[in-house]
């Protein structure tokens, strides 16, 4: 499993460690835990006066597919309001096979992840502590 999971793109977006660390004065924040593997995720926001992300930061306590999924979620998420992380989230969900078509970039990273529904939590892990600190 390891070495079709675990390609290149993936390992890349996880050594990139975009986003990593977490905001001074984040605007929101907030953790989501995946009991199963013991995935930690904690999101920080700031948010600009019109909704939009000008700032994220996170910490990953999980696998290699949960932090390439934070960072590759941290180098699009910022200029983006609520919806706009749902059409991110729908680009996850086309990536992992649970929605029609095609995922774009970053998260055409994570198509290997498909035939491993078991790890699919690790990867939706960022976009649901995200999708929380904006709700």
Same mark, same amino acid.
């Given at each position: ?8 793109? !993936? ?10 660390? /977490?905001? $001074? $004065?984040?605007? /929101? ?9 013991? @995935?930690?995720? !904690?999101? @920080?926001?700031?948010?600009? =006066?019109?909704? %939009?992300? $000008? *700032?994220?930061? %996170? ?21 983006? @309001? /609520?919806?706009? !992380?749902?059409?991110?989230? %729908? =680009? ?9 078509? *095609?995922?774009?970039?970053?998260? $055409? ?6 035939? %491993? /529904?078991?790890?699919? *939590? ?5 976009? *649901? ?7």
């Amino acid at each position: 499993m390891s070495d079709q999971l675990y390609q290149d793109r !993936i390992v890349a977006l996880a050594k990139a460690k975009t986003g990593a660390g /977490k905001l $001074a $004065a984040p605007t /929101k924040s907030a953790r989501r835990d995946n009991p199963l593997c013991g @995935d930690r995720v !904690i999101i @920080d926001v700031r948010l600009d =006066d019109t909704g %939009h992300i $000008a *700032e994220i930061a %996170h910490q990953v306590r999980g696998c290699l597919l949960c932090q390439a999924s934070a960072a590759a979620l941290s180098s699009v998420a910022v200029g983006r @309001d /609520k919806a706009g !992380i749902e059409a991110i989230r %729908h =680009d996850a969900e086309r990536a992992l096979g649970r929605e029609d078509g *095609e995922a774009g970039e970053p998260y $055409a990273a994570f198509a290997p992840v498909k035939a %491993h /529904k078991s790890r699919q *939590e690790c990867v939706l892990l960022p976009l *649901e502590a995200l999708q929380d600190a904006l709700s």
